[in-house]
């Protein structure tokens, strides 16, 4: 079965950017999502189809995907984007989810 | 404004049963695909079940397989999880979450907590 490789915990400093990857077999080939959940709350769709930004959410945020490795992109991070982020794909009709990043701003 | 409502979490015995609800508005559910997603404390996403828009896909993991039943009701514009014979972990914050175009999950409910414990 597809299997989503997402690192435990990713650090940043403030202002600075902050990279999460989603490692996959010909990731590329796939429409990759990435969500953001804070704590308590219900996960935010950031980025969908690789690259693209759902209203409302910050040019700050970007995306990639090529090869085996999608990425998530937080540019000038700031306080508030210290939470968990999640990679995402469809594999024949089920959802599968990456581990999730801990991304840490100091 | 689109939105999704759990209801029907709470605490069950090992072996017991419970109904989740997830009431649309904004849109009408039985022209999405949805799923249901769950979260054990302090753990990542795990997806349980997922149903087309025609309702003639549906699919669980292997963990819920035989214990769960994902159905809709378009009076009610609503999503269900029928959970049966639960165990202890089973217990998480269970969401229901619309399908968009892009595949992406692009509206979640709130959670619904369930937690099977004796």
């Known amino acids: 079965s597809y299997e989503l490789t997402q690192p435990l915990s990713v650090s940043v400093a403030l202002g600075q950017t902050a990279r999460i990857t989603c490692g996959g077999n010909?990731?590329?080939?796939?429409?990759v999502h990435w969500y953001q959940q804070k704590s308590g709350q219900a996960p935010v769709l950031v980025i969908y189809?690789?690259?693209i930004r759902p209203s409302g959410i910050p040019e700050r945020f970007s995306g990639s995907n090529s090869g085996n490795t999608a990425t998530l992109t937080i540019s000038r991070a700031q306080a508030g984007d210290e939470t968990d982020y999640y990679c995402q794909v469809w594999d024949s009709s089920t959802v599968l989810f990456g581990a999730g990043t801990k991304l840490t701003v100091l | 404004e689109v939105q999704l409502l759990e209801s029907g979490g709470g605490l069950v015995q090992p072996g017991g049963s419970l109904r989740l609800s997830c009431a649309a508005s904004?849109?009408?559910?039985?022209?999405?695909?949805m799923n249901w997603v769950r979260q054990a404390p302090g753990k990542g996403l795990e997806w349980v079940s997922y149903i087309s828009s025609t309702g003639t896909t549906i699919n669980y993991a292997d963990s819920v397989r035989g214990r769960f039943t994902i159905s809709r009701d378009s009076a009610r514009n609503s999503l269900y999880l029928q959970m049966n014979s639960l165990r202890v972990g089973d217990t998480a914050v269970y969401f229901c979450?619309?399908?968009?175009?892009?595949?992406?999950?692009?509206?979640w409910g709130q959670g619904a907590l369930v937690t099977v414990s004796s």
């Open positions: 189809r690789d690259t």
């Open positions: 904004g849109f009408t559910v039985s022209t999405y695909s």
């Open positions: 010909n990731i590329g080939s796939k429409n």
């Open positions: 979450t619309r399908v968009h175009s892009s595949s992406s999950l692009d509206c």
